[in-house]
């Protein structure tokens, strides 16, 4: 059982140690093991250490529904920096004000969002640099960035801001709310707790990740 101080890594580690070979996701047809997802982080993390992410950062995401999505939430969790994900469904002005609120050292986007984004952002964001999230090929989970065999030493603590996702406009900006990593553990033991999940149990997930 988690404690009240568990990370989001803390619960990756544990169950990559205890559950190493049995799914952690599902998707698509494609079965990711536990041990699989938690390598996976420790390689994003990595490559976004080496593209300049460090703890208190944004990470600006555009995305569609893909399994790196969760690795990335990983690997900034590991980190210690933050994730900010953009609705796919936004206008193009409502994507660039939300984009230039978050203030983000870095922004991922899905080769497939691509054409999204440009027109969004022709120019971008000054100085900060843009990473192509590409496609999963051979099952194998894609990493953002260029691998790095250096190991990178955890960042991450339980009250630290986790994810920022902007609310309805009000007064025609939309705001963000941060949500720490506690908080969305608190979140996932209550959710567990009240539907009785056991080891054996699938969540059918049908969200926007």
Known sequence: ???????????????????????????????????????????????????????????LLLSSNRPEVLVLLGAVAWLGAMLVPLNLRLSPSEMVQQARDAQPALVIVDVGCSALWSGACPEGLAGVSVEMMGETVGGALCCVGQLQSAHVPRQDAPDLGLVMLYTAAVDGHARGAVLSQAQLRASAVQTGAAWALGVNDRWLGVLPL
């Open 1 to 59: 059982m988690p404690n009240s101080h568990d990370t989001l890594i803390d619960l990756l580690d544990r169950n990559a140690g205890s559950h190493q070979d049995r799914p952690a996701l599902i998707f698509e047809g494609q079965s990711f093991a536990h041990a699989t997802l938690y390598q996976s982080v420790q390689n994003q993390a990595a490559a976004l250490y080496a593209a300049g992410v460090r703890r208190g950062d944004r990470v």
